[in-house]
């Protein structure tokens, strides 16, 4: 059971929360009102900028600087999650814990360097793994964890083979972590977004009319996803509502390649 007090309310930590899904899930979160502790890696005044929204929405955010490629990185910012959660909310614990920081490397595996396998590796799997083990002790219990996957972990596109291949790993640590955490009441899940209209990878989907208009002849729904397609859906899969889903992946694609 979750040892937030009746005067608390729930409090969830996105990584890469400055931009993109992230930022939009906590704008979501904050309507909802679940506040929110965002990471960036070097955007600081994005971040600022999205705590300032959640804060005209009548939340409270904070924002800090993480990188989730640098593992050794992770105690000192649990150091300082630590001294934040003290600061602005007089508590010493989170309740939701958003892995969703990463980023986009489009290349055919046989032009994959080891260099763009490793980065990809350390932001998408390794990071998520050990920071979540870091952070275990400052979630409550009754809370839950939410991994970011893609579809492109069930559907093949030519160029996203080594970017899949983490976000596969990713969809079976989250079985894993389910099934360890589950004694505690902590619910672990994945998330699998299809392509959105976002600047990830550098903004293809968003600003190439070409590959928007192939996204949306192969999505049931007709059209590529929007970030207010993504935010409401972390917000529902982190609320009690959902209490009794674990260990499963949802996909939010609008149906691509069913």
Known sequence: MTTTSPTQGPLALITGGSRGLGRNAALHLARKG???VITYRSQQAEAQAVVDEIQALGGRAAALALDVGDSGSFPAFAAAL????????QRERIDHLVNNAGIGVHAPLADTTEAQFDELMRVHLKGPFFLTQ?????????????????????FALPGYGAYATMKGGVEVMTRYMAKEFGARGIRVNTLAPG?????FGGGTVRDNAEVNRFVASV???????LP??????VASLLSDDNRWITAQRVEASGGMFV
């Open 34 to 36: 679940i506040d929110t």
């Open 82 to 89: 630590r001294q934040t959660l003290q600061t602005h909310w």
């Open 134 to 154: 870091t952070l275990l002790p400052l979630i409550n219990d009754g809370g839950s964890v939410l991994n970011v996957s893609s579809g492109l972990a069930r």
């Open 195 to 199: 392509a959105i209209e976002t600047d």
């Open 219 to 225: 999505t049931a729904l007709g059209r590529v996803g």
């Open 228 to 233: 207010d397609d993504i935010g409401p859906v």
